[in-house]
């Protein structure tokens, strides 16, 4: 049986990868968030094959174990995995409760990278990881300082990792987009008016994103980027000193 699995499903991007990856013959698609009645919801309006609804909490160490188990028992070859769940909090470190802030890693890092390594187990030649990085990995952004660095973290993982699985013909790869209309403004805390870089920053449609990203991972590329805007600030990012652009980049 070869599956999908998409974390962080019940909105936004995680959405629009749903609809996306049902085009890619597969058997089945699991679909991974916290809110059950949302995941019901998308699949009755989108669904077209068969989706399982997995509601569990990223966060908490039983849910990777009970994705482990199902896994296991049920030996799916996984042709994809999207590692989509995560969210952002804008402010300055020192204004902010720690436990929001410790929250993000525990989503952005430890549970992206816990997820992979059992679903790793179960992807054979052809497969394909998604990890939904951010422009915001290519630089430091005071005032999004845990949400940019949690970022950096997945795309040096992505790299890595594809590295490492590249005699295996396993791609991954790091999915940066920039601003969206999905949820990811609201739960940070980035209303208009808030933030005069994410003001003036274009937004790129999340339905885009998925299946360009999705293309882009057949096609064997390491990163998507959208927006000749962004392509640039990550070329630079790479040939200037962080230094410079960090004030620059400042949310």
């Given at each position: 049986m070869n599956i999908a699995i998409i974390t962080g499903a019940s909105s936004g991007l995680g959405v629009e990868f749903y609809k996306e990856i049902q085009k890619e013959g597969l058997d089945e698609i699991w679909v991974i968030a916290r809110r059950e009645e949302k995941l019901r919801e998308n699949s009755?309006?989108?669904?077209?094959?068969?989706?399982?609804?997995?509601?569990?909490?990223?966060?908490?160490?039983?849910?990777?174990?009970?994705?482990?188990?199902?896994?296991?028992?049920e030996a799916p070859c996984v042709k994809f995995l999207v590692n989509n769940a995560g969210f952002g909090i804008f402010g300055a470190v020192i204004d902010s409760d720690f436990e929001a802030q410790g929250a993000m890693v525990d989503l952005n890092v430890r549970a992206l990278t816990e997820i992979t390594a059992v679903a790793l187990k179960h992807m054979n030649e052809k497969s394909y990881i998604i990890n939904t990085c951010s422009i915001a990995s290519f630089v430091p952004n005071a005032n999004l300082t845990v949400y940019s660095s949690t970022k950096a973290y997945v795309m040096s993982f992505s790299r890595g990792l594809r590295q490492e699985l590249k005699k295996r013909k396993i791609n991954v790869t790091a999915v940066c987009p920039g601003p969206m209309a999905t949820e990811?403004?609201?739960?940070?805390?980035?209303?208009?008016?808030?933030?005069?870089?994410?003001?003036?920053?274009?937004?790129?449609?999340?339905?885009?994103?998925?299946?360009?990203?999705?293309?882009?991972?057949?096609n064997g590329k390491a990163v998507y980027t959208p927006r000749a805007l962004f392509k640039v600030y990550r070329v630079l990012a790479k040939v200037l000193p962080h230094g410079m652009l960090i004030p620059i980049c400042k949310c």
């Open positions: 009755e309006k989108f669904g077209k094959i068969k989706t399982r609804i997995v509601p569990m909490d990223l966060t908490v160490q039983e849910s990777i174990l009970k994705l482990q188990k199902m896994l296991d028992e990811f403004l609201e739960v940070a805390g980035i209303d208009k008016g808030v933030s005069k870089m994410f003001d003036t920053l274009p937004t790129t449609k999340p339905s885009l994103v998925a299946r360009k990203a999705i293309n882009a991972a057949k």
